[in-house]
């Protein structure tokens, strides 16, 4: 019989505390939880935390455990998390924890298990993790998602994220380069996904809309 790890122990222990203090939290209070629980351990002490947290994982993919893997601090749970969202068929907590989670940890297997959602009334969810892995992969995916007008929202503040991650001319020049090589290119939608939201709701400054929907135009 192995050894039982007294460090691992003791982290297990100091875990379940920190879950049970926040067990009844909303999930994005639960996520903010535990970075100030990760940040607050002794040097020395964060790798026995992430690979406790992997054991966790392994053993009982629950809520709970999906939730401690926020951030995309724990190596290897990707491969994890994505075999845990494909065997989801349904919405519940845990599938829309495991969407969210999942955006933390690019790789194809992460990005198939969540393209399965784009069909799904978890769709918007999927859409905003899909962004975060692959960018390239999910600009048709928003063209697609138009005749939802439902998802504008959801769209423009993927456009935001992109924008404020990687800078107005790249997210301009995205937007050209669809409108010049994408056959389904759909300038009127990009149009009304732009203008759809009035102010203080849109997260584009108005001189920030006009240059954007110049962008989407084919020259």
Known sequence: MPAVNPDRQR???AIDGF??????????????????????????????????VLDRLRADPSLVNVLLCAGGDIP????????????????????????????????????????????????????QALARLDWPRVLPRLVAAFEKASLHPTILHILHARRKAAGLPTLIEDLRRGAATWPGWDAEGWQRVFSGTPAPYNPF??????????????A
């Open 76 to 127: 290897g749970a990707g491969p994890w998390l994505a075999a845990r969202l494909d065997g989801e068929t349904g919405t519940s907590p845990l599938s829309r924890a495991l969407i969210r989670v999942l955006a933390d940890y690019p790789g194809e297997e992460a990005c198939r298990a969540v393209e399965r959602f784009l069909e799904s009334d978890q769709q918007a969810e999927a859409l």
């Open 19 to 52: 879950v049970e203090a926040h067990y009844y939290s909303e999930a994005p209070e639960f996520e903010s939880a535990r970075r100030g629980f990760v940040d607050s351990l002794c040097d020395g002490l964060h790798d026995l935390y992430r690979q406790t």
């Open 11 to 13: 982290m297990n222990r």
């Open 205 to 218: 400054h108005p001189d920030e809309l006009a240059v954007l929907i110049k962008a989407v135009r084919p």
